[in-house]
Structures are given as C-alpha cells and as structure tokens.
Nanobody, 122 residues
Framework: QVQLVEFGGGSVQAGGSLRLSCAASGYTTRPYCMAWFRQAAGKQREWVSYITTYGTTNYAVSVKGRFTISKDNSKGTVYLQMNSLKPEDTGMYYC????????????????WGQGSRVNVSA
C-alpha cells in the first residue's frame, strides 16, 4: 500500500525558514514525479514545485528563488526547503506522486500525503 508521510511544518515569522519532508513507501516502482502543493484557507490547492526521478526541478513563480526541492532516492524522501517565507506562504502543504509524468494539475496525482501545516506571521 502506497503511503506518503510528511514532516516538518510549523510556525515562523516572515523571513524565516522551514524544511518539509515527505517519505514515500509501498511503491513497487519508484514514481517518476514527486511534487509539493499547498492550499490556503478558502482557496484552491495550488502547485508549488516538482522533481522528476532524473532530478529535473520546476517551481511556481511565487516561490522560485526562495524554495528548493530535493530528494534522497535511497530514503524515498523528497524535501522542500523554504526560505524567506512570507505570510502568503501560509497553508497546508501536501506532497504527491505521479507514476509516469509531472504535472501542475492536482487531479493528475494519485497519491497524497496527509498535509503539513505552515504558518508564517508578519
């Protein structure tokens, strides 16, 4: 059974940093794409970043230059290092995987973590 477990959320002041982790297990084949999404209260879930099995990365414009996605294949874990956090980064952060391709569209992803809350105060 595929399972994604997230760690690392919390509360910080604007300008601070947090690192999220997402450990994936239960796969028979390593997923091609691991992604991060976020959802602020009352808003739709939005794509933040993804990384392919080959290490290719992509970022939403709103986080580019501040967030860094990385992975450790030996641990089946993907990370999201978030620096220079802003209040508008507040929300629930979810990791998700896709078997064959990367997408910025949430419904394309089959497996999701439980979410990790990030709160950035001004």
């Amino acid at each position: 059974q595929v399972q994604l477990v997230e760690f690392g959320g919390g509360s910080v002041q604007a300008g601070g940093s947090l690192r999220l982790s997402c450990a994936a297990s239960g796969y028979t084949t390593r997923p091609y794409c691991m992604a991060w999404f976020r959802q602020a209260a009352g808003k739709q879930r939005e794509w933040v970043s993804y990384i392919t099995t080959y290490g290719t990365t992509n970022y939403a414009v709103s986080v580019k230059g501040r967030f860094t996605i990385s992975k450790d294949n030996s641990k089946g874990t993907v990370y999201l290092q978030m620096n220079s956090l802003k209040p508008e980064d507040t929300g629930m952060y979810y990791c998700a995987t896709h078997t064959t391709r990367c997408s910025t569209f949430p419904p394309d992803y089959t497996y999701w973590g439980q979410g990790s809350r990030v709160n950035v105060s001004a």
